[in-house]
């Protein structure tokens, strides 16, 4: 299978597979997709989704959410970890959002980049899931999978984002690295990963993963 035919081979199924595609963190605007965002790093989605609900009642947009303190938000967002770094983060690019964009989130990524706590990653997703512009957010999953598929080298995620959007057409990026975290999840995860059921890496994945899958598998003599 040449490098192509694994490429369509994976477009074909992860479309069969999920024509449409939920995206994973509730949110209703570009804003409050941010601060999920933003909240998600180091945690699950699951856990981001129960917590959104209480902050958002308190503050859905910038304005609100200066009215409450740093340490306000830092109670309600404790449960998904690195609270401290998280509600600074919050608190500062909500005021960054009043004193230099009118409220909105920008729509550039150079200026989500400069905004506190904000990365490329949270970028990419706010760019791609908020404003419709392409743009391939590389999360564990992503990384995991473009590795077993040897579709990737998977050094750093810089470099599997930089192969994913080589490889993949720009205007299937935006539902595609949703379409393989779903798969990800569902069928190709790092624990109690069961190669029979992981269609994608069966068909095409990197031998050398598919050995080491089979030898774990083995039982000891």
Do not use: C
Not at 2 to 24: A, C, G, S
Not at 93 to 110: A, R
Not at 118 to 146: E, Y
Not at 157 to 185: C, M, S
Request: charged share 25%; aromatic share 8%.
């Amino acid at each position: 299978m040449t490098k192509q035919e694994k490429v369509d081979f994976t477009i074909t199924t992860l479309q069969e597979l999920y024509p449409t595609i939920p995206i994973p963190l509730d949110h209703k605007d570009p804003y409050t997709l941010l601060i999920a965002v933003l909240l998600s790093a180091q945690s699950t989605d699951v856990r981001v989704n129960q917590i959104t609900p209480l902050l958002f009642e308190r503050a859905d947009n910038p304005y609100a959410m200066i009215r409450l303190s740093v340490e306000e938000i830092r109670e309600i967002i404790k449960p998904v970890g690195l609270s401290p770094m998280k509600s600074k983060g919050i608190y500062e690019l909500s005021h960054i959002l009043i004193n230099e964009h009118n409220g909105e989130v920008p729509q550039s990524f150079e200026a989500l980049e400069a905004l506190p706590a904000v990365g490329h990653k949270t970028a990419s997703v706010v760019m791609s899931q908020a404003f419709g512009i392409p743009a391939f957010p590389v999360d564990t999953h992503i990384h995991r999978l473009m590795y077993r598929w040897g579709l990737s080298t998977g050094k750093n995620v810089i470099q599997t984002e930089n192969d994913a959007k080589r490889l993949f057409p720009e205007a299937l990026w935006n539902e595609l690295h949703l379409q393989i975290i779903w798969y990800g999840r569902e069928y190709s995860p790092a624990r109690g990963w069961d190669l029979e059921k992981d269609i994608i890496t069966k068909t095409i994945g990197r031998k050398s993963v598919i050995n080491d899958y089979y030898k774990k598998k083995k039982p000891a003599r």
